[in-house]
């Protein structure tokens, strides 16, 4: 059975969860159960089971249990919502006021907490998770490699929710392991988040022409396999070798996300141990290996550009900030850390299984995600890493080096590979095949 979509859909995304009240600014006339609600600042807040819509003299305007507000023109009409919050638990987390286009819809999801959706067509939504991930300085066939990433995994995404995948999995604590990820069903209430869980989708504030054309001259083309539309994952640098879907996620082989090398010729899979630690520590010849400070800037946003040294990296971690860290992140005392063992890896080198040893208790920590979470006040770069103990006396080292290679789980499109691969003249299609093997392109509306 085929689901290829014949037609544009409207996606609704998540800008703010379970929020006690919202503040917004309204541009333009909209609509709201049949009455017009003109330009200016309102406020909603959660009255029992129902919303209280308030204008900026704080007079109640409106009751119910949603509010719909429809935009009534298409052209300089839309709504902003003051100190959204973005890259969440990241190192780059950060408050943005910012600019929708389309519908505003609230609604209370759990008792006096109010959630915000934004309804919109996908590929206007696209102009804006373009401009939002990425700079416009990029070229344009790298741009329209991306909206095809982009607009394949929210298909995918959207066709998925109607088959109700695997919510993630966590083992019992007390059996000796901590294995965890995050499925593809994790938002209740609507189809995406507008974060970095999903997708960057920071507002129309943000859209700009480079990203509109890549969108428009792309309008509709998906990558397909099998009749299906593809779940095209991608993340910010490889480190050299892109890394199996069943790394990050579900024990699963999908054909198009098996690891490749991230070059003109390949390499073997760095999966054991000795490979992976030759690997990590060497500056193999890749893609997205860019030396050219410039051509950095011109590829990542502003903000991405804070992180420096991302396809190779080094952090130092004292024994003391250490033993905090993973008594916090996993509310389990291991006391001193004594060593942190690799024990699994996958082909890009990235761990996805490691043994914590303290001096109260050892455990299994896994995949790559957590295993990132819990060694890092916010998240490591990525968990293709080795370690090595720093100082030691006796049985315990006074603190840790983690040297590793890439920033992301490293699974499906290396983002700065492919900006990579069209600085040098690649064309959008030639990027996908490199990325998704045995995936074709086809225009679906
Ligand atoms: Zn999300
Ligand atoms: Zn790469």
Redesign the pocket.
């Known amino acids: 059975m085929t689901s290829l979509p014949q037609k544009e859909p409207i996606i609704s995304v998540g800008l703010l969860e379970d929020a006690p009240s919202i503040s917004f600014d309204l541009a333009g006339e909209f609509k709201l159960d049949g009455a017009g609600v003109g330009e200016g600042a309102y406020r909603a807040y959660a009255d029992g089971k129902q919303l209280c819509l308030v204008n900026q003299a704080d007079t109640p305007i409106h009751h119910s249990r949603t509010l719909h507000l429809v935009p009534l023109a298409q052209e300089n009409t839309f709504f902003s919502i003051r100190d959204v919050k973005i890259g969440k638990q990241f190192h780059w987390e950060r408050l943005c006021n910012q600019m929708f286009s389309g519908e505003l819809c609230l609604f209370t999801a759990s008792a006096k907490k109010i959630t915000a959706i934004n309804k919109i067509l996908l590929e206007s939504y696209l102009e804006s998770v373009i401009s939002s991930e990425m700079s416009p300085e990029n070229p344009v066939e790298f741009l329209k490699a991306h909206c095809i990433c982009s607009r394949s995994w929210l298909l995918h995404q959207l066709n998925e929710k109607s088959a109700e995948g695997p919510a993630g999995h966590r083992t019992d604590y007390r059996a000796g392991e901590i294995i965890s990820w995050t499925g593809r069903e ?2 209740k209430n609507f189809d ?2 507008a ?1 970095d ?2 997708q960057r989708y920071q507002g129309i504030g943000r859209i700009n022409g480079a990203a509109k054309r890549a969108v428009q001259e792309t309008r509709g083309e998906v990558l397909t396999h099998n009749g299906q539309v593809c779940d095209t994952r991608y993340s910010k640098c490889c480190g050299g070798i892109t890394e199996n879907f069943s790394t990050a996620w579900e024990d699963e082989d999908i054909v198009y996300l098996t690891s490749i090398t991230d070059a003109g010729s390949s390499s073997a899979p760095v999966s054991r141990e000795e490979d992976a630690r030759r690997f990590i520590l060497s500056q193999p010849a890749a893609y997205c290996n860019i030396k050219d400070k410039n051509i950095i800037k011109r590829i990542l946003p502003d903000f991405d550009c804070e992180t420096r040294d991302f396809f190779r990296w080094t952090v130092d971690i004292s024994q003391q900030d250490i033993s905090a860290l993973v008594f916090s992140k996993t509310g389990v005392d291991f006391g001193a850390i004594k060593d942190i063992v690799p024990l699994a890896r996958g082909a890009s080198g990235r761990l996805f299984k490691i043994k914590l040893c303290g001096t109260k208790q050892e455990k299994i920590i896994g995949k790559e995600l957590e295993i990132r979470r819990i060694l890092s006040p916010t998240h490591l770069l990525s968990s293709a890493f080795v370690v090595e103990p720093r100082g030691v006396k006796g049985e315990l080292p006074d603190g840790f080096r983690i040297t590793g290679a890439g920033w992301g789980h490293g699974v499906g499109l290396c983002q700065i590979g492919a900006a990579g691969m069209a600085e040098h003249g690649t064309t959008y299609r030639e990027i996908l095949s490199h990325y998704f093997k045995g995936a074709q392109l086809t225009t679906l509306y």
């Open positions: 994790a938002h995406v988040c974060d869980h999903c």
